[in-house]
């Protein structure tokens, strides 16, 4: 086997499933087997149900046995030992078929298959013929015997490799699975076609922002997931390696206290003293010194227990960092700093949120993209986030055509409407925090479940109304409340509202944020104290308002849910490998 | 000010230090001070050190007060309220400079600075004269008036903006400062001209390697940081929200247990009936029953106790994700399910180990490449390997000419050495783990502290032999001995070795390191026992082999220390913006 000679499939069946121009040659490949139907030198044809040849001699429930995997298991558990029908058909499974197989093969190169003409004088066919068995196959491409999907397909004279699967047991021999059904199975579900093209797409879109990036004079930095730089309402994961020794809760308040003791002590040996002197029988100097003895124990385990407390309130100094650590919940105030000294900046990684409330949206681990930029104010920003979202929704129509195309026939038929309403020239429209919630004060016809005010939170149905309804296409709000976004925003003029602003794109809300980032050490450092933040903590982010202070702004663009907006999920789960949510971080 | 239309420095000044074809356009720049000197109407000529201008009326010591922000620092504590020379020149500093500027500033674009000529006319002198302050100008480019190292000037008409910088206060003003010394400044030193530079790369860096990836046909997958599954040495951060509520060390075991003190408490209160049924004295009674009291109170205390051990034995149920979660050390296991899935994928990201000892070149927190690809052998692994290190060493020289070049003459001279030893065609010299100590113990000349045999980890030293002396390049050493890999390795046919490779490179030695995974079912649960690892942690990792297994194999490129190679540095922290080690995480 020399795989530096596979060819990838989408190499050789490319967006037109296969060209003719490839016929005659010789070629190298492997892949899992999606489908297949077998038709046999003389017998039956045995399909995997999704081919187009249907079973001549078999009854309903016999197709179904063989169709359906789930199917043969309920019938072995329901009558064990009794299922001739099973012994029957896994005898066919099993006994050596005669025939020539059409296999579809996949190796996630691309959206469409490749077909495999395997005759059973070449390799035993029962071995291949069962959905997700991994094949690797030489021989030579042919002109597809029959006219339909395939115009090409690969006449196999040599299998260099099997992988087996055992049907019963493969949780996606099943044809069409639910996105919840195969959510359990996150190491097998690239594996379905659906998710192979989200997971392409996904890497289209990695790639065209970092094109995006650098051909906008970006410099990428890696910023630390690990801080010790505490947020305001303290939610961040805690990093440590004490936890394995903290098998103890704090002990709660039960009325015995260490100085109570300590004056027993001190009352019962006096005692003693007393009932020697007044030469008390020994019964009860003998009891009296047994109270004492009693009185020690408890005495010591309290000093043990204080000194724990103290050791324990000192944990965190002997924890591996020597001080409180946390998962990064914001590369920004870390992506700040070398903006102050690279000039333009970004950086794309995960960070950590202890989400309590699954909304379908929001992931414990979600990668973001963050930017910053020097000698800019919120107008830079939002320009930027506006070219940058057009861009990254024109990069995969141009990389991805046949993904997108799949998933918007399959899956999600607005998907292309959707991105095609980011691409238009000219700007987003551009709305104000106030000019928004007059509008949906003024929403005739529509009734919010939260009353609109100036000062609220936009929701999901008010976000929805706006870009949704009202506007039709991604809109930017900007100018918010300053109590609606963190503390280092820019305070505008009016003293009320702050240089902020969400892009609002239509289905799936807010999918970036950006902030002109208060520059005035005098205002930076009021806002800290106003939201009730330790001051000390944040020496080092002031250092930067000390020290050659300029304006500067930027903004995150939540890339999970991009790739949502972009594909159409409508569970941000579904387009992230391993998602982490509350009580399900799985492998 | 509009940051839209500010030209990055890197676009005026060019690699060449400007190019008189800009000479009469108007522009607006902005960046940090990095060195000026003053010509004044009449008087003094007031310098930043670093400029070829010698002060004409300052005795030395005023020289230095004046250079020096930190001498200015000194005389003030020493001799408080009496610095007269101090009083004279921070009047100099603070009085109204008349006369002109020719300040060098920075924006981060590039190596270069960009020479600002500014009239005391346009804008007060003394505000911009400082390491470190910031400024936004408008002017005209021009000849530059002085021949030497700047082609071009700006002639400053506009001042937009100015960042102040106290320079006593300033931990840069002080001109060419040791790594060591700006260490502590995590936040400030990309600002210095070598950090910047290094970052620059790193950037570049990133970038080849998406680049090269992609042009290879991987897709790049985002792997998950939490995860569930366990490491062999149990050595993973742990990610948790239950910290704050455990603040005790266990309990040691001093000898009072429930069960004892509840024996006890049985025996006191027979012995108070005996008391009592004897007609023993009062006080006899009495501090029995206190003796009683204080064992029951025990006793309580002791119950509540193991109530609460019980429930931190629960404890990690309750936590956020029901269950034990850390930190991946490894995004490698992941990564393989999905290259059983898309084919050839890769993940770049951070991997995460409680490192003890801080070696220079090893982090807690560290940027990983991480590939797999599926019908693949070790050689192929090797091949791709050999060639994306080539690729990025290639790519810097091309994208970051002007910081190579930077960094070979200002700090190492034999960076570019380093670099074209990794370039040239034919492939790395390939020696087996065996045939690499079979070399050890035949080098002459040469003692190592760790006795060489077979079995043994290759150290540093073993590593400098090879790499360094023994080939003058890159070389790749294969096939260890089982127990120094993974237990995921391949065995091969000796059943002694696996098939994994580490590249060794000079100066810094292993920077990849590639596995062929065992892909037989029958093998890799054997080999879980075998290292006492629990197999069902591990299920779902054993499912790809279950099902429809490949060969597969892939590599890891350490990418903190690959920047080390490439630019020289002997330290890992000086080359990761927010270096994370064993009590230190700043910011």
Redesign the interface.
Known sequence: ?D??K?S?I?SIVGPNNGDLQFVGRRVLV?G??KSFHVRPKKEVVIDSGGADVAPRDLKCAESLFLRFPLFRCIVKVLSPGVHPVGEKLEAVMEKKMEGTAYIRIN???CVNNFQIVLDSDVHPLEQVTAI???V?LEGIIEKAQTEGKYTIELKADKVL?V????PV??PLSKPRLSFEAIRV???????TTT??SV??I??AL??ST?KFF?EN?F???????????PTKD?TA????????????????D?G?TLEGVQAAIQEKTK?IEE?KRSN??K??VF??E??LK??N??A??LE??KK??K???A?FSKD????E?Y?SVDAG??LE??A????AVYHF??V?R?VEHHLNKSL??T?VVSTE?????L??AM?CAEDCLKSLSNSILTACPDDVKFLSTRFDNKCMDRIQAVLPEGTFPRVSYTEAVEALEKASGTTFQTKVEWGITLSDEHQRYLADELHNKPIIVYNYPKDLKPFYSRLNDDTKTVSAFDVILPKVGTVVSGIQKE?RNYMISSRIKEVGLAEEQFD??L??R??????HAGFQINFDQLVMFLTGFGDIRDV???P?T??????
């Open positions: 086997m795989s530096l596979r990838p989408k492997g899992w087997v190796d996630g190169s997700g068995t991994s690797l490799h992988g087996l699967v055992n047991k493969y199975y996150p190491h097998f579900r690239a594996r998710v192979a997971m392409r996904r890497s990695i790639c970092h650098q004079n410099q990428q930095v890696t910023m630390p997931i690990i801080t010790t730089t303290h994961f805690h990093i440590t390696q004490l936890i394995s020794n903290s098998t103890h809760d704090k002990t709660p039960d015995v005692r009932l008390s029988n019964e009860a009891t009296a047994q109270d009693a009185a124990e408890i010591q385990k043990k227990e724990m407390e050791a324990v309130k944990d591996y960092f020597g001080r650590a998962l105030l870390h700093s070398y102050c000294a690279l000039g990684g995960p950590f202890p414990a681990e990668w930029q020097v000698f800019a104010e107008e830079c320009k520059e080092w982010y250092d930067l000390r020290h050659g202070t300029v304006k992230v490998p391993y982490r509350k009580n399900d971080a799985k492998c």
